[in-house]
């Protein structure tokens, strides 16, 4: 029923820029938390920034005053806009989305992932 669809990586140099949206049905969005993780090939997957209900955000120290997260209600989609990207931040990215099962948990669910690489 949830679904998340993804869209905008690629390959870009040191320094470049890149948006990546997220489109989510089955939920709205705007009621839930929604945002990102990476997965840097050999570590474990890691929390990127995070959107809540009232717009409450949260970022990795690595994505501050880099990476912002965005969330357009209307169109129900997350966005998380990259700007000074390094070859560090080479990593798929996955959109997700934390959706309140009504018995006091949370559940995940994910994109499928878009690979963001960088080159030096």
């Known amino acids: 029923q949830v679904q998340l669809v993804e869209s905008g990586g690629g390959l870009v140099q040191a320094g470049g820029s890149l948006r990546l949206s997220c489109t989510a049905s089955g939920t709205d969005i705007s009621k839930n938390i929604g945002g990102w993780y990476r997965q840097i090939p050999g570590k474990e997957r890691e929390l990127v920034a995070t959107i809540s209900h009232v717009r409450n955000l949260n970022y990795a120290d690595f994505a501050k005053g880099r990476f912002t997260v965005s969330r357009d209600d209307a169109k129900n989609t997350v966005f998380l806009q990259m700007d000074g990207l390094q070859p560090a931040d080479t990593a798929v990215y996955y959109c997700?989305?934390?959706?309140?099962?009504?018995?006091?948990?949370?559940?995940?669910?994910w994109g499928q992932g878009t690979q963001v690489t960088v080159s030096s």
């Open positions: 997700y989305a934390a959706i309140s099962t009504g018995w006091g948990t949370r559940q995940k669910y």
